[in-house]
């Protein structure tokens, strides 16, 4: 099937390469922007007869977003951070994620008021630490508050596997933490009426947004979107990874048209002393702007003693860079309630 594709990319090196790329595997170049305006006026068409994918960086994003939103199903659009190294592996398989997520994002049916006392990991796909992040979160939150944790990732709920915990029923963990699965429509409703402690809740990898999200059959598609945006608190976990960026762009456009009264923080987990792991952290600054983040080095090691231990990083290693980070992540979020 041919698929057109149009740039706006403001580093020629790069729009050179994407073209390169993309036309050596049949994609056909329609449009090729040389300044906002000019973006802007192919933005202005309201039908497109073919699928079109619009590949763009960060100096034509502004232009992208104020025009594009809700506007044309037809129109698949990909942010490149021009500043970022990019493989023409990388071009590519971005590209064909971009055009299975159409741009119009419909509006969501919200199921009552934020829970102010839910805090939902999420974040990137590729293992960014979702699961370690939650555990440690709700084990510092622990110290000062009855807390449960919930498995409510239904695609792959393994914290019973890393907590050494049954995965049926409520298990205690500790005096004043618990573990619950959400392995049915009962255990969501006793998660609903709880108010008793505070929840911390393993939702995973965040979905894929589209447009059929929403009429979505699949039951554990539904729930995640129903829990994320139930959520007053959200933890959005990724890892210095290009495609997390690429992901991470999705994930803003979904937060700006339904999760307004969210409040969300970021966590870039397992940075090292790269330049290349420097760059993906400063682009994902310019990304998030100054929303809330927080940083959290590398330590394969530290993490690996946790998980054979069944235990948490204040466990094996209460004087690690890597705690240090979580706890004074774990105090924002107890701040902020």
């Not at 037809?74 to 590209?95: G, P």
């Not at 554990?220 to 959005?236: E, G, K, T, W």
Request: proline content about 2%; some cysteine.
């Amino acid at each position: 099937m041919n698929i057109d594709f149009a740039t706006a990319i403001s580093s020629h090196e790069l729009e050179d390469r994407v073209i390169g790329t993309l036309s050596d595997l049949g994609f056909s170049l329609s449009f090729r922007a040389i300044s906002p305006l000019h973006l802007e006026e192919y933005l202005l068409i309201k039908e497109r007869k073919e699928r079109t994918l619009l590949i763009f960086d960060e100096a034509f994003q502004d232009c992208v977003n104020q025009k594009s939103r809700k506007r044309d199903s037809q129109l698949a659009l990909l942010l490149l951070q021009s500043s970022m190294n990019w493989t023409d592996e990388e071009i590519v398989r971005t590209a064909h994620d971009a055009l299975r997520q159409p741009s119009i994002i419909n509006s969501l049916p919200r199921r009552g008021e934020t829970r102010a006392d839910w805090f939902a990991v999420i974040g990137t796909s590729g293992s960014p630490g979702i699961s370690s992040m939650a555990i440690n979160i709700a084990a510092d939150f622990s110290q000062r508050f009855a807390t449960q944790i919930i498995d409510a990732d239904q695609r792959n709920q393994d914290l019973h596997v890393l907590l050494g915990a049954r995965r049926e029923g409520r298990s205690g963990l500790t005096s004043s933490l618990s573990l619950q699965t959400i392995a049915s429509e009962e255990d969501r409703l006793s998660l609903e009426d709880d108010q008793s402690r505070i929840s911390v809740l393993d939702i995973g990898e965040t979905p894929k947004f589209h447009s059929e999200m929403f009429s979505d059959r699949r039951s554990d598609i539904r729930n995640s979107i129903d829990l994320l945006v139930q959520s007053q608190n959200l933890i959005y976990v990724l890892h210095p990874e290009n495609r997390a960026l690429v992901e991470l762009d999705s994930f803003l456009n979904f937060a700006k048209e339904e999760l307004s009264r969210n409040r969300i923080t970021f966590v870039f987990n397992k940075m090292g002393n790269s330049t290349r792991h420097k760059g993906i952290l400063r682009s994902l600054k310019n990304q998030i702007s100054d929303q809330p983040l927080f940083v959290v080095p590398r330590d394969y090691a530290l993490f690996d003693r946790a998980q054979a231990r069944f235990a948490t990083l204040g466990e094996v290693g209460a004087r690690t860079s890597a705690k240090r980070a979580i706890s004074q992540l774990s105090i924002y979020l107890v701040n902020s309630m």
